[in-house]
């Protein structure tokens, strides 16, 4: 079995790559900083040979700056590789071969893939066949986006492996003086290569693609266009796009249609066999509504990651990070923050290990912290099911719980640049800009699928764990006495009720939706399946992908809707998942900082909670809520902490 590495430059095709030759589905992006560890898997099996493939992050040189580069290095310095394909974004040639020259260097028998060759081909045409010449390494043009020469390229890259030396063309480099005269003459070398081998069209007219920048990158235009499109994004993923993949799924209609029918038939089948009503009430409402009410959610996190992957795809959202860098800079950033953030929308455990691409240890710090305060794929159900029962007429609502997430982040970040003082950090951001292109439908649905697999496979197992621990512990009481009428005596119910004393001021202070946003912390997703539990209210969506009765559900509740906003907001801002907490620990490296984390999710999802509820029960009644001197209490005090935190901070950094 030979081992192949894919290395290049950021925002390559790499990675697209990868998942074309060996049927993964790793996390793409059309910019850089999306892979930040090693992958591994087998070649497929059409190429008829067996093969391990290695997909490494993103680099410019053999020079390490950041974590994820280390990685990439270090493998292909240390490790024992068969042959290397060297990924090359054809747009960008003459930067690109500073690395090739690297990798030449090493000795290591590698082919060169010349890709995005659909992007280049309009403009740029290449002497191949001179090209491999020069660099005596083969040459193979192609296209991973649209499968276009890879054929030949891994053939040529089997042909490769068997040729155990590299005939190194640059070695004369090492015989040069250190630093910047032997860049020059490397560059100088490259320079006369490219231009050999190189022509491009003599195009004067401004392109496209900057007469759009020229609009999209102005800060108020873009963050303007950018608020209007997720508006669109998530109208287009409810009301139609949904009910579409639905269909397409086949058979999730269905089986919300059968559901009720599936469970009478469990519960005719199983008394007919002499079960106890405990152990089908267990199965019917604990296994099967638990999961069913999480799993209702799947087309609408399936057409949310859609339409989010060609929004990313097409190139926007590198322009969204070239126009908060500057605000960033403000709270101690930059915008490589973005590309964590921008991944933490789908799921906060990839986002937060993407802050390996940050430099600076106290920036990746604050970054960490900040990554899982935006609503992460898991907690959408959360979102649709209170905004939809309790609002179903402001569909303004599902941009702007992201707008709020957005400058939540930004006051935190000013709040938390005081404590890990950020602000003496020296602050640059260098972000490539593709050309917009149009996004990959088939790269999107492949992202698509691999959510839906994601949130069945939780929905199988964590999901179903947790909904049946939940009917459990909300069956029996402390003596293991089948609570039958009363479940306010239930185990749970003695759990959760001292922490709904605590959510009174936040206008939910029931035990039931206490304890839903415990189970929060298993899982987001749980938080729907433990309401669905203890509510007795089975799937929450039906085949149509609506909310079922609103009007019940609402009374089912019992709370008012300014109390369902503030719950909203307190599972979406307070601690993530335990998956998530443990990648806050592998990144941060400190038990203090991940305690620290996880105290400040914890009292920014309280307070904000309060905050919504006090003053929106004001603006709706006219009046305050009894608990309001409470609230201000509670609200003084946190400022006060927070003061005497940054204050000591400044005294130890005078010290320093």
């Not at 322009?319 to 915008?335: E, Q, W």
């Not at 079922?548 to 307190?570: C, E, H």
């Amino acid at each position: 079995m030979i081992k192949i590495a894919l290395a290049g430059n950021p925002n390559s095709g790499k990675t697209t790559l990868y998942n074309l030759i060996t049927g993964r589905q790793e996390r793409i992006g059309n910019w850089s900083g999306i892979t930040v560890e090693k992958k591994e898997a087998k070649l497929k099996d059409k190429y008829k040979k067996d093969a391990i493939v290695i997909d490494l992050p993103g680099v410019y040189s053999l020079s390490s700056f950041t974590s994820e580069e280390s990685i990439a290095i270090n493998f292909v310095k240390e490790q024992q590789i068969d042959v290397l394909i060297n990924v090359i974004d054809s747009n960008n040639l003459s930067r690109s071969l500073y690395l090739s020259s690297q990798l030449l260097e090493l000795g290591i028998p590698m082919i060169i893939a010349l890709n995005k060759s659909d992007l280049a081909k309009y403009r740029i045409k290449f002497d191949l066949d001179k090209l491999s010449k020069l660099l005596n390494c083969p040459v193979v043009i192609i296209s991973s986006a649209n499968d276009k020469g890879v054929k030949e390229l891994i053939k040529k890259t089997i042909q490769r492996s068997e040729q155990k030396e590299q005939i190194n063309l640059f070695e004369d480099l090492n015989d040069s003086s250190e630093g910047e005269l032997q860049d020059k003459i490397r560059y100088d070398k490259i320079n006369q290569i490219v231009s050999s081998v190189e022509t491009r069209k003599d195009n004067k007219q401004v392109s496209i693609s900057d007469k759009i920048d020229y609009y999209l990158t102005n800060p108020f235009i873009g963050l303007t266009v950018f608020f209007f499109i997720m508006w669109g994004i998530f109208e287009l993923s409810i009301n139609w796009l949904s009910e579409i993949i639905a269909n397409i799924l086949g058979g999730i209609m269905s089986f919300f249609s059968v559901t009720t029918f599936f469970q009478d038939a469990i519960s005719d089948l199983l008394t007919k066999f002499g079960v106890s009503e405990f152990f089908i009430n267990l199965i019917n409402h604990g296994i099967i509504g638990g999961a069913a009410a999480v799993l209702g959610f799947i087309p609408l996190i399936m057409s949310l990651m859609f339409c989010l992957s060609l929004l990313e795809d097409c190139g926007f959202m590198a322009r969204i990070a070239f126009i908060l860098d500057p605000l960033f800079k403000k709270i101690g950033l930059n915008g490589k923050s973005i590309v964590s953030l921008a991944m933490g929308y789908g799921c906060s455990v990839p986002g937060i290990m993407a802050t390996r691409t940050i430099k600076s240890e106290r920036q990746k710090r604050m970054t960490v912290l900040l990554t899982p305060f935006i609503p992460c794929g898991a907690k959408v159900p959360i979102i649709v099911l209170f905004t939809v029962a309790f609002f179903p007429d402001q569909g303004w609502m599902f941009p702007l719980v992201y707008l709020m997430s957005f400058l939540l982040i930004i006051v935190l970040g000013l709040f938390i640049k005081n404590i890990v003082g950020a602000e003496n950090i020296e602050n640059y951001f260098i972000i490539e800009l593709p050309e917009y292109k149009y996004p990959s439908f088939s790269i999107a649905s492949s992202v698509a699928m691999d959510n839906c697999k994601s949130f069945i496979k939780k929905a199988g197992t964590i999901i179903v764990i947790a909904s049946m621990i939940v009917f459990l512990l909300s069956s029996f009481d402390f003596k293991l006495n089948l609570i039958t009428d009363n479940i306010d005596e239930s185990i749970l119910a003695t759990i959760a009720l001292p922490i709904s004393f605590l959510l009174i001021p936040l206008g939910f202070g029931v035990w039931q939706l206490a304890a839903a946003a415990i189970t929060g912390f298993v899982a987001k997703e749980e938080v729907i399946g433990t309401i669905a539990v203890l509510y007795a209210v089975g799937g929450l969506v039906n085949e149509n992908f609506e909310v079922l009765n609103s009007d019940l559900l609402r009374d089912t509740l019992g709370i008012t809707k300014v109390a369902a906003l503030a719950f909203m907001f307190f599972n979406l801002f307070t601690p993530p998942c335990f998956a998530a907490i443990g990648a806050m620990r592998s990144e941060l490296k400190s038990k203090k900082w991940l305690a620290f984390g996880i105290l400040l999710q914890f009292c920014v999802g309280y307070l904000f909670a309060l905050i919504v509820y006090q003053v929106g029960t004001l603006i709706v009644n006219g009046k305050p809520d009894p608990t309001f001197i409470i609230a201000i209490i509670i609200l003084v005090t946190a400022v006060l902490i927070s003061i005497r935190m940054t204050n000591k901070n400044k005294e130890m950094e005078m010290k320093l």
